[in-house]
């Protein structure tokens, strides 16, 4: 170990610099939090992953200031329509055109690799924020001021330690941080080899469509996914009896396309096997250890949800950490972090489950009560947003866990974006806080019926008068008449303001 007479300190040091904890650097950046990102690889992962997120996503992203970047890399995705091996429809889950109440479309599709190069080159926004690439963390010890994390630089090996007050393990299933904190992971019961392969075509083929297609055929299960530009993606299943090795072969891989495309068509980018995994870890904490993203939660990726699992994840740890860190709120605020997304995170898997069977024809029965029967068409799938599982907000107040709309401000400008990474107090009558010093003291960001119409709207519709809405855009708590309004008021502790990033 090399002799370091004193390292450096950070605030907090994210291992892993996937989307989740790039992501997750961004925010802390925003936040002003000193942030180290440690990352084995020199550059971003070379196979083929998400095509897919979704409006909330592009909500974070908006959030540090990143979604202008992003756009030019994403196209909207009409939906998926799940066919039987005759090609009739058994499920349609079209996504609307229209802006969500996210303020965004449902579904982007998109291809990880230039997403990941945006989040990265963002970081270079933040002086508190550095990332170091080729930098393998092997050990982490904690006490109770803070945690000593060692890494090897693999350009040179040299052995380097830092002390942080946290550090996140954003660092895929196989984490290290997540052996250090001991947990053991719960089982979801999927396991399933797929082939999953990229192609760039060498000339139009609009024939194949827009629509992400799930053939749920028992003979081989496999999925059509239009990408960006000039790439498409097949996901085939790989049969019991069939090397992982072998199938991943170029001529195994055209005969398996065949169905669909030709060399003459196209090029195969990226051809790869993958088991796709079901799991959350029991333990997201063991004092100042934490988990974000694949390091905490595994989905067959049938939703196109498991990186848009960990970017909440980031969503919801970063101003916690920010409030411990810098506003002095106490570390206990980090216990709601699992409590809050572990049940959210696995209503996604479950569901990417469910429809994993009907992909497979294993339980299509399963699959189809997932969605709306309809008569004379086809069973209708609308994916409704799970809420947070236990944590700040009361369960028995209205909207608790429930994610806050988007709004559009008087002054053409959105909500967001006058917010920042901060909390808001939306309320129906600016009249009514005049006489509530407290709430001034607290320097809390307050947006009205006069900033914008809908937010009274949104207000009446849920029968409250006031709603604070929480950094991560999760509602904390509301209120339904004046006593509830001074309960909400006086339950705010002095809350960090954090300037936008747009
Ligand atoms: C075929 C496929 C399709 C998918 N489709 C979708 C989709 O459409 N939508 C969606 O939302 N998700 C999808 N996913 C899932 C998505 O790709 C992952 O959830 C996402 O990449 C997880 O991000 P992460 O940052 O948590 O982990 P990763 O992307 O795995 O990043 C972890 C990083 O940590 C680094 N690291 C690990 N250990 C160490 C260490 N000891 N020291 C330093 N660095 C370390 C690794 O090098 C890596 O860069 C798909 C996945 C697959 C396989």
């Not at 954003?170 to 719960?186: T, Y």
């Not at 799930?214 to 085939?236: M, S």
Request: charged share 25%; hydrophobic share 40%; proline share 6%.
């Amino acid at each position: 170990m090399q002799d370091n007479a004193t390292p450096e300190n950070f605030d907090v040091v994210i291992v892993g610099r996937g989307p989740v904890g790039a992501t997750l650097a961004n925010l802390l950046g925003l936040c002003g939090v000193r942030t180290l990102v440690l990352e084995r690889e020199a550059r971003a992962y070379h196979l083929p992953r998400a095509v897919h997120f979704d409006d909330e996503c592009m909500r974070v992203f908006q959030t540090i200031g990143l979604a202008d970047a992003i756009l030019p890399h994403v196209i909207l995705s009409p939906g998926m329509l799940f066919l039987d091996a005759d090609g009739r429809m058994l499920l349609d889950w079209s996504r609307p055109q229209t802006l969500t109440p996210m303020g965004w479309h449902l579904s982007y599709r998109f291809h990880q690799p230039e997403l990941e190069d945006v989040l990265i080159g963002g970081l270079s926004r933040w002086p508190h924020v550095a990332l170091r690439n080729r930098c393998d963390v092997f050990a982490l010890d904690q006490d109770e001021r803070g945690v000593r994390v060692r890494y090897e630089d693999l350009s040179n090996g040299k052995l380097t330690e830092v002390h942080a007050a946290y550090v996140i393990g954003c660092d895929g299933a196989r984490s290290l941080v997540r052996r250090f904190i001991g947990s053991g992971m719960d089982d979801l019961g999927f396991h399933e080899r797929w082939l999953v392969i990229d192609v760039l075509l060498k000339r139009a083929r609009d024939d194949l469509g827009d629509y992400s297609l799930q053939h749920c055929d028992p003979a081989r299960p496999a999925t059509y996914v239009r990408g960006t530009g000039t790439r498409r993606r097949w996901e085939i299943t790989v049969l019991p009896d069939e090397d992982s090795q072998e199938v991943a072969q170029p001529a195994k891989v055209w005969n398996l396309l065949s169905r669909w495309i030709t060399p003459d068509d196209a090029e195969i980018e990226r051809a790869a096997v993958y088991t796709f995994h079901s799991a959350i870890a029991q333990q997201w904490r063991n004092g100042r250890l934490l988990l974000a993203g694949d390091s905490a939660h595994q989905t067959p990726p049938f939703l196109g949800q498991g990186m848009c699992a960990g970017i909440r994840d980031a969503a919801n740890l970063a101003w916690k950490l920010d409030a411990i860190i810098r506003g002095g709120a106490s570390s206990e605020l980090l216990d709601t972090y699992q409590s809050e997304r572990l049940p959210h995170v696995r209503e996604f898997i479950e569901l990417a489950i469910r429809l994993g069977g009907l992909i497979n024809t294993k339980a299509i029965e399963a699959g189809l009560a997932a969605g709306e029967p309809r008569e004379n068409a086809p069973v209708k799938l609308e994916v409704k947003k799970p809420l947070l599982g236990p944590g700040l907000a009361p369960c028995d107040l209205p909207l608790a866990g429930d994610l806050a709309p988007q709004f559009e401000l008087r002054d053409g400008s959105r909500s967001d974006d006058q917010v920042g990474y901060s909390h808001v107090l939306f309320v129906a009558n600016a009249a009514a806080l005049s006489l509530r010093p407290a709430l001034v003291q607290t320097g809390l960001k307050i947006l009205n019926s006069d900033d914008a119409p809908a937010i009274g709207d949104w207000l009446r519709k849920h029968d409250i008068i006031a709603a604070l809405v929480r950094p991560d855009r999760y509602v904390r708590g509301t209120a339904r008449n004046e006593a509830e309004l001074d309960q909400l008021i006086a339950a705010i502790q002095p809350l960090a303001c954090v300037p936008s990033a747009a």
